[in-house]
Nanobody
Framework: QVKLVESGGGVVQPGTSLRLSCTAS????????MGWFRQAPGKERELVAV????????FYSESVKGRFTISRDNAKNTMYLQMNSLKPEDTAAYFC???????????????????WGQGTQVTVSS
């Protein structure tokens, strides 16, 4: 059973950057689609970005496209989310998730992500 642990959250000012990390253990996730999701208070969990097993394919929500970058280092069993130009509306708990093993491409269906971390809080406030 895969265990996912997020880190890197914090309180930052608008316009600054943060990098989140997600480290996997317990199972080999190197062939899996992985993703970042977030949930703000009173709102549903939403997709932020997903990445294919090789890193060659990525998908971003419109709200973060051009500001956030998802990447992964399979040798370290770690996925990252570089967040630049942060806005107050980016405030949320951020979760990493493990998805299906796909030979190529990604999925954006949340139900296909079956293992989740406990989340790391990102607060963007002046």
């Amino acid at each position: 059973q895969v265990k996912l642990v997020e880190s890197g959250g914090g309180v930052v000012q608008p316009g600054t950057s943060l990098r989140l990390s997600c480290t996997a253990s317990g199972c080999d996730t190197n062939w899996d689609v992985m993703g970042w999701f977030r949930q703000a208070p009173g709102k549903e969990r939403e997709l932020v970005a997903v990445i294919s097993w090789s890193g060659a394919s990525q998908f971003y929500s419109e709200s973060v496209k051009g500001r956030f970058t998802i990447s992964r280092d399979n040798a370290k069993n770690t996925m990252y989310l570089q967040m630049n130009s942060l806005k107050p509306e980016d405030t949320a708990a951020y979760f990493c998730a493990d998805g299906p093993a796909l030979r190529s491409g990604v999925t954006t269906e949340m139900r296909e992500f079956t293992a989740w971390g406990q989340g790391t809080q990102v607060t963007v406030s002046s």
